[in-house]
Nanobody, 118 residues
Framework: QPPFVESGGKLVQPGESLELSCGTSISIFRDVTLAWYRQAAGMQRELVAS???????FYTDSVKGRFTISRDNPMNRIHLQMNNLKPEDTAIYYC????????????WGPGTQVTVSS
């Protein structure tokens, strides 16, 4: 299965909003859980948000109430709306899909850099 291609990252100031997007051509897109991860410099990659094939969402505590994940099945795209961004949100953001056989997340692309700084 091909990797995701992320886009939308850029330098923003604290408190601003940004929407990330990623797309893929995997044939099973509508049947799997999709997720956004991020990795800050010197840190491990962490799960930010996920959305199941039925639309159930999960958010890590630090982004609850600020980030919204959504999926566009006809277009094979995932979005992450990020509001009230904070410097600690600075990271490379990645999309992934969850294998129904193993539970592992796959499809890692190059990511998109989000930098929150004044």
């Amino acid at each position: 299965q091909p990797p995701f291609v992320e886009s939308g990252g850029k330098l923003v100031q604290p408190g601003e909003s940004l929407e990330l997007s990623c797309g893929t051509s995997i044939s099973i897109f509508r049947d799997v859980t999709l997720a956004w991860y991020r990795q800050a410099a010197g840190m491990q990659r962490e799960l930010v948000a996920s959305i199941s094939r039925t639309g159930t969402t999960f958010y890590t505590d630090s982004v609850k109430g600020r980030f919204t994940i959504s999926r566009d099945n006809p277009m094979n795209r995932i979005h992450l709306q990020m509001n009230n961004l904070k410097p600690e949100d600075t990271a490379i953001y990645y999309c992934a899909w969850q294998s129904r056989e193993t539970g592992d997340f796959k499809g890692w692309g190059p990511g998109t850099q989000v930098t929150v700084s004044s």
